[in-house]
């Protein structure tokens, strides 16, 4: 499984379209920037710190076929990379991500650490 943290509004305009073209940064860059899970809470502290009204949106990897890439970034780490839009149909769940009193995205229990 891998992950996609979101604007929730950016989230909802995808479902109405069916797709998901990427965050600013992710337009920037060229690719969806995506999470595993040893990956997630890493990227939500770095990434979407005091960021109000987000989601984590679940995918199986494997759904995505050969648009998704498995690259070297922070540290070395292989992280996924969709080239490609994100079908919104391909959605495993979504789940609120409320902050912390420190500003950082609470993530679900069932996430690894």
Same mark, same amino acid.
Not at 7 to 25: H, L, N, T
């Given at each position: 499984?891998?992950?996609?943290?979101? #604007? =929730?509004?950016?989230?909802? %305009?995808?479902?109405? !379209?069916?797709?998901?073209?990427? =965050?600013?940064?992710?337009?920037? +860059?060229?690719?969806?920037?995506?999470?595993? #899970?040893?990956?997630?809470? %890493?990227? $939500? $502290?770095?990434?979407?710190?005091?960021?109000? +009204?987000?989601?984590?949106?679940?995918?199986? $990897?494997?759904?995505?076929?050969?648009?998704?890439?498995? %690259?070297? =970034?922070?540290?070395?780490?292989?992280?996924?990379?969709?080239?490609?839009?994100?079908?919104?149909? =391909?959605?495993?769940? !979504?789940?609120?991500?409320?902050?912390? $009193?420190?500003?950082?995205?609470?993530?679900? !229990?069932?996430? #690894?650490?």
């Amino acid at each position: 499984m891998i992950f996609k943290i979101v #604007a =929730s509004k950016a989230w909802r %305009e995808a479902c109405r !379209e069916g797709v998901f073209r990427g =965050s600013p940064d992710d337009m920037r +860059d060229g690719f969806i920037h995506l999470s595993a #899970a040893d990956q997630v809470r %890493e990227t $939500a $502290a770095k990434h979407f710190k005091d960021v109000d +009204d987000l989601l984590l949106v679940a995918f199986d $990897a494997a759904a995505l076929g050969a648009a998704l890439v498995w %690259e070297p =970034s922070r540290g070395g780490a292989l992280f996924p990379h969709l080239y490609g839009n994100l079908p919104t149909a =391909s959605v495993l769940w !979504e789940k609120p991500l409320p902050l912390d $009193a420190d500003g950082i995205p609470i993530l679900p !229990e069932d996430i #690894a650490a």
